[in-house]
Nanobody, 115 residues
Framework: QVQLVESGGGLVQAGGSLRLSCTAS????????MGWYRQAPGKQREFVAI???????TYADSVKGRFTISRNNAKNTMYLQMDSLKPEDTAAYYC?????????WGQGTQVTVSS
């Protein structure tokens, strides 16, 4: 069973930065896509960013230019560098990986941005 473990969340002031990590229990090259989603209290989970094995990346409009998704295949880890954070970025952030029709999710890491 594939396991995804997120880390790097925390409390930061508006304008600050955080880097989230998602480490997989298997070689991440097996995944068709890997990405980040977030869920704020009382809201539905929403897409943040995604990367495919070719290196193509896509971002939600709300984070474009501020967040950067990347991956280190040798470490089986995906990252989300978050800069210029805003209070509206406050949410639980979830790592997602997708392989042959099967999605996998991490347990989530909380990001709180104070104004």
């Amino acid at each position: 069973q594939v396991q995804l473990v997120e880390s790097g969340g925390g409390l930061v002031q508006a304008g600050g930065s955080l880097r989230l990590s998602c480490t997989a229990s298997e070689n991440i090259l097996i995944f068709n896509t890997m990405g980040w989603y977030r869920q704020a209290p009382g809201k539905q989970r929403e897409f943040v960013a995604i990367t495919v094995t070719s290196g193509t990346t896509t971002y939600a409009d709300s984070v474009k230019g501020r967040f950067t998704i990347s991956r280190n295949n040798a470490k089986n880890t995906m990252y989300l560098q978050m800069d210029s954070l805003k209070p509206e970025d406050t949410a639980a952030y979830y790592c997602n990986a997708f392989r042959i029709g099967t999605p996998y999710w991490g347990q989530g890491t909380q990001v709180t941005v104070s104004s």
